[in-house]
T-cell receptor
Framework: AQTVTQSQPEMSVQEAETVTLSCTYD???????LFWYKQPPSRQMILVIRQEAYKQQNATENRFSVNFQKAAKSFSLKISDSQLGDTAMYFCAFMKFGSSNTGKLIFGQGTTLQVKP | DTEVAQTPKHLVMGMTNKKSLKCEQH?????MYWYKQKAKKPPELMFVYSYEKLSINESVPSRFSPECPNSSLLNLHLHALQPEDSALYLC????????????FGQGTRLTVV
């Protein structure tokens, strides 16, 4: 069974500064995706960034980047130049792919991030 | 159109009521999902439909009954719910069961009284 662990229930950062959210996971699968989703107070889950396990290069989307350490099963999210609109709950998620894939996302417990002006 | 539209946004129902939640997408996605989310918790998968057929039921009580009338529409029929079923119900879709990205709707906030 796969598990996803986010060890930081709450974090805060000053506007314009950089923050890193941690995520570790456990799996025996070799082929999988990792995601960071953002859920603001509006409730909608929004995909922030995706990483394929077979890719060594860390994914980047504008101010968001990941540090993917496959051997350590670690997948942290770095937010640069934090903005007030980044205030949200952030979920790390795992999905296996391949013949045994079901499309099921396994989520961590979430980290509530507050960006302060 | 990259939207997953859910209606209603809020629903209050009594334990003897029957109601339905609706989810619609027009992205041509062939996999659709229902998740349940309690406050400050991660979403938990309930059902997966792949190519309009139920492929996963995560041991959900029978008072929740999913339906996929066509490739764009997903319903969740509710009957004889309990107060502990009060939660945010999220619908999602992806290109197919292989994903990878799941697009989520804004959810229906359900309160059972």
């Amino acid at each position: 069974a796969q598990t996803v662990t986010q060890s930081q229930p709450e974090m805060s950062v000053q506007e314009a500064e950089t923050v890193t959210l941690s995520c570790t996971y456990d799996t025996s699968e070799n082929n999988y995706y990792l995601f960071w989703y953002k859920q603001p107070p509006s409730r909608q889950m929004i995909l922030v960034i995706r990483q394929e396990a077979y890719k060594q290069q860390n994914a980047t989307e504008n101010r968001f980047s990941v540090n993917f350490q496959k051997a350590a099963k670690s997948f942290s999210l770095k937010i640069s130049d934090s903005q007030l609109g980044d205030t949200a709950m952030y979920f790390c998620a795992f999905m296996k792919f391949g013949s045994s894939n079901t499309g099921k996302l396994i989520f961590g417990q979430g980290t509530t991030l507050q960006v302060k002006p | 159109d990259t939207e997953v539209a859910q209606t209603p946004k809020h629903l209050v129902m009594g334990m003897t009521n029957k109601k339905s939640l609706k989810c619609e997408q027009h992205m041509g996605h062939r996999a659709m999902y229902w998740y349940k989310q309690k406050a400050k918790k991660p979403p938990e998968l309930m059902f997966v439909y792949s190519y309009e057929k139920l492929s996963i039921n995560e041991s959900v009580p029978s008072r929740f009954s999913p339906e996929c009338p066509n490739s764009s529409l997903l319903n969740l029929h509710l009957h004889a719910l309990q107060p502990e079923d009060s939660a945010l119900y999220l619908c999602a879709s992806s290109q197919d069961w292989a994903g990878p990205e799941a697009f989520f709707g804004q959810g229906t906030r359900l309160t059972v009284v």
